[in-house]
């Protein structure tokens, strides 16, 4: 058949093939720092471990393409459907999650070759098929595994962290010298009709559907993120041991917990330390401040005197604004602030790339919304009941994964991913 080309040349099945290699190839450099002792690492049920993380990225492309459309495809092995499947019941019984770190077995030589395998029957099948019956479920795969890329970062640090050797995952160096912040200021917007959601060419989420209008009431949204430094005043003005501050489950789950600061900070000696993919530093007050659940976030929104904005407000104000400023770096796995954004005192910084930012809405779906059918519909839909969503994306988010539209979305008590705060007002 005639393929149509694309801007770059290529056809459509020459450019799906290099992104699935591409990004496959990806998973496995982000893995290189790992030891075969970090492979099986599972801190909690909210976690997985690298190895499970490789081999169910690959479980999706033998389960849901090449058992559909590759007649001369063998199973790699009966039990990997059961071992590897995360929570699809369309497919069929899973392993129980918090014992994904008791399985030594298959061995990561094992799960490295399930993954050569697959990728030599998909590069097949990506050769001889016709591409318009597969892209779809291809991109949306690779998508996923671009998912579990950053969940293999979140999850690693997390384990690491309950280590007091407080282990470096990449001597990636930090920045040594941060340019001062730009203080607060507030961007205005006025009263408007949104059209909210995805609408155009190009991969996106079910949950990103359909576009509809939506009425946005004039409001204005800070110019950066809140600091560490500013987080720091909310702990010393006792802010973890105010019930007014918090909402009802929040406070519960303060209690339970004993929170007394974000995730990974650690106060030793009087001096405030946080732990990072590249080992335990001092805290930077200039930095972002992460690793925030949507119970601390809305408690510091409340302590400010300001709000969380909600889905709708940020995705106007990140189609609006000109001059934003993107922060997606990979490399450092930590987020930064750009300097450049100091002189930006009329602008937006930091929305695309930096960390996941709360909002203050539900994720609920959207006026129309229809899963996809079949067992792929589970990705999304069936996870629209008491999570909250976040807008952005984050420094460990690959570059090419973050979109306006994108909607994240955890539970209010979670903290491990890079999560942080926007004020409106």
């Known amino acids: 058949m005639n393929e149509t080309l694309s801007s770059s040349g290529e056809t459509v099945k020459q450019t799906l093939t290099k992104r699935y290699q591409r990004v496959r190839e990806m998973t496995l450099w982000l893995c290189k720092p790992l030891l075969i002792e970090d492979y099986g690492l599972q801190a909690e049920a909210a976690v997985s471990p690298p190895k499970w993380h490789l081999a169910h990225t690959t479980w999706f492309f033998e389960t849901f393409v090449l058992k559909k459309y590759d007649t001369k495809y063998s199973v790699y092995h009966p039990e990997f459907e059961f071992l590897f499947n995360s929570y699809y019941q369309g497919v069929g019984p899973q392993y129980l999650r918090p014992n994904r770190g008791l399985l030594s077995r298959p061995t990561l030589e094992q799960v490295e070759e399930y993954r050569q ?141 004993n929170w007394s600061a974000p995730l990974y900070w650690r106060c030793i000696d009087g001096q405030w330390f946080e732990y990072t993919l590249h080992g335990l530093s001092a805290l930077i007050d200039e930095l972002p401040v992460t690793h925030v659940s949507y119970y601390e976030a809305d408690a510091f929104a409340r302590w400010a005197g300001k709000m969380l904005p909600t889905e709708a407000q940020w995705e106007f104000a990140q189609f609006t604004v000109k001059n934003r400023q993107h922060h997606l770096l990979l490399h450092t796995a930590e987020p930064v602030f750009h300097p450049q954004a100091a002189n930006l005192s009329d602008s937006l910084s930091q929305l695309l790339g930096s960390c996941w930012e709360w909002t203050h809405s539900a994720y609920l779906p959207y006026p129309g919304y229809r899963p996809l059918p079949g067992a792929v519909g589970e990705y999304n839909g069936k996870f629209m009941c008491n999570q909250m969503v976040l807008k952005g994306g984050s420094c460990v988010t690959p570059r090419d994964h973050i979109r306006t539209s994108y909607r994240n979305f955890f539970y209010p008590k979670d903290r491990w991913q890079f999560s942080g705060i926007r004020l409106v007002e």
């Open 117 to 257: 395998i697959v990728d030599e029957s998909m590069l097949r099948l990506l050769e001889n098929c016709d591409a318009s019956e597969i892209s779809a479920l291809v991109e949306l795969g690779i998508n996923h595994e671009q998912q579990h890329q950053e969940l293999l970062l979140t999850d690693i640090k997390y384990s690491f962290s309950f280590n007091p050797l407080f282990p470096v995952y990449a001597d990636f160096p930090l920045a040594s010298k941060y340019e001062s912040v730009p203080s607060l200021r507030w961007q205005a917007f006025e009263q408007s009709l949104f059209r909210q959601g995805f609408s155009g060419q190009g991969f996106h989420f079910d949950n990103e559907t359909p576009a509809h209008e939506v009425v946005v009431q004039p409001f204005q949204m800070a110019n950066r993120l809140i600091t560490n430094q500013e987080f720091l005043l909310f702990i010393e003005d006792g802010g973890y041991s105010n019930p007014l501050l918090w909402l009802s489950d929040g406070w519960q789950v303060v209690q339970q917990y």
